[in-house]
């Protein structure tokens, strides 16, 4: 019998993950089947445990699980303890092994696919619930310039940067805040792009040489990479490469096996 995977969240019919791990899988050969697991707004902790009763080996953790699935787990790893966010379960006979493999996806679809170093930037991250906790660690463990965290509530993003300025130079605002600063790196974490919104954003915040980058993917850029592309960014991104870099990281935590992600993400392209 094959080992069974699942991306569990609500609503789950629109989700990539089933896709690309079946790609992972023929890609790799290995023996494992992956599916889309839907469960009710209270009922995340039932509808695991049932998973796991079955058979399941690990599953991938998207809106609006994350946080019960970090209080669910029985173990850490250090980039998910300090998120207090998961993303990522693995089951391993009575423990439960939970990781964000979200910040790692980030650097790693910025620096190996776009060819964009993160060492010595200056990087402005916008937005300050889970999409941001989980992917701040990762960003300062490449050792950037400054970390300034953006987000229309400026106590979120001051909480945030008294949570991981300890790790690198962290500084916190309202949007309005970074006013007359520039940035190499700027990246969208926040939801407005699923609302076809634009977050009230300083005009020149953009270097000339920078990379703008959103984590919300579709067929056309999104508004914010719009903005970016018309106030001067050389080059903008959508969360495409994260999510398959991201799902990559799972993959080798449950399998032991990296995947090539470049043709997945250019399949997943394809057919946005």
Request: a positive charge; proline letters at 5%; zero cysteines.
């Given at each position: 019998?094959?080992?069974?995977?699942?991306?569990?969240?609500?609503?789950?019919?629109?989700?990539?993950?089933?896709?690309?791990?079946?790609?992972?899988?023929?890609?790799?050969?290995?023996?494992?089947?992956?599916?889309?697991?839907?469960?009710?707004?209270?009922?995340?902790?039932?509808?695991?445990?049932?998973?796991?009763?079955?058979?399941?080996?690990?599953?991938?953790?998207?809106?609006?699980?994350?946080?019960?699935?970090?209080?669910?787990?029985?173990?850490?790893?250090?980039?998910?303890?300090?998120?207090?966010?998961?993303?990522?379960?693995?089951?391993?006979?009575?423990?439960?092994?939970?990781?964000?493999?979200?910040?790692?996806?980030?650097?790693?679809?910025?620096?190996?696919?776009?060819?964009?170093?993160?060492?010595?930037?200056?990087?402005?991250?916008?937005?300050?619930?889970?999409?941001?906790?989980?992917?701040?660690?990762?960003?300062?463990?490449?050792?950037?310039?400054?970390l300034s965290i953006a987000n229309r509530t400026p106590h979120k993003a001051e909480a945030l940067?008294?949570?991981?300025?300890?790790?690198?130079?962290?500084?916190?605002?309202?949007?309005?805040?970074?006013?007359?600063?520039?940035?190499?790196?700027?990246?969208?974490?926040?939801?407005?792009s699923l609302h076809d919104e634009l977050p009230e954003l300083p005009i020149g915040i953009f270097?000339?040489?920078?990379?703008?980058?959103?984590?919300?993917?579709?067929?056309?850029?999104?508004?914010?990479?719009?903005?970016?592309?018309?106030?001067?960014?050389?080059?903008?991104?959508?969360?495409i490469g994260m999510l398959v870099e991201q799902a990559a990281e799972s993959f080798y935590l449950?399998?032991?096996?990296?995947?090539?992600?470049?043709?997945?993400?250019?399949?997943?392209?394809?057919?946005?």
């Open positions: 019998m094959n080992d069974s995977y699942a991306v569990i969240g609500n609503p789950i019919a629109h989700s990539k993950s089933p896709l690309i791990h079946a790609a992972f899988a023929q890609q790799t050969n290995q023996s494992m089947h992956y599916a889309a697991l839907l469960a009710p707004l209270d009922g995340f902790q039932p509808t695991v445990e049932n998973f796991r009763s079955q058979g399941g080996k690990g599953l991938n953790v998207t809106v609006p699980f994350k946080l019960e699935a970090y209080r669910f787990s029985t173990h850490l790893t250090e980039r998910a303890s300090i998120a207090q966010a998961v993303n990522t379960l693995k089951f391993e006979r009575d423990e439960i092994l939970g990781d964000n493999t979200d910040g790692a996806g980030l650097v790693r679809d910025i620096e190996t696919n776009l060819g964009v170093p993160i060492d010595n930037k200056r990087i402005l991250l916008m937005g300050a619930g889970g999409a941001a906790r989980g992917v701040i660690l990762p960003l300062l463990q490449k050792k950037p310039a400054l940067q008294k949570l991981f300025d300890t790790y690198g130079k962290v500084t916190s605002g309202d949007f309005m805040h970074f006013s007359g600063e520039t940035f190499d790196i700027v990246i969208n974490a926040t939801s407005a270097a000339q040489t920078g990379l703008a980058y959103d984590m919300m993917y579709g067929r056309e850029p999104t508004r914010f990479l719009k903005f970016a592309q018309q106030s001067g960014a050389r080059k903008i991104a959508d969360g449950w399998r032991n096996i990296k995947p090539e992600t470049k043709p997945v993400i250019a399949m997943l392209k394809s057919i946005i």
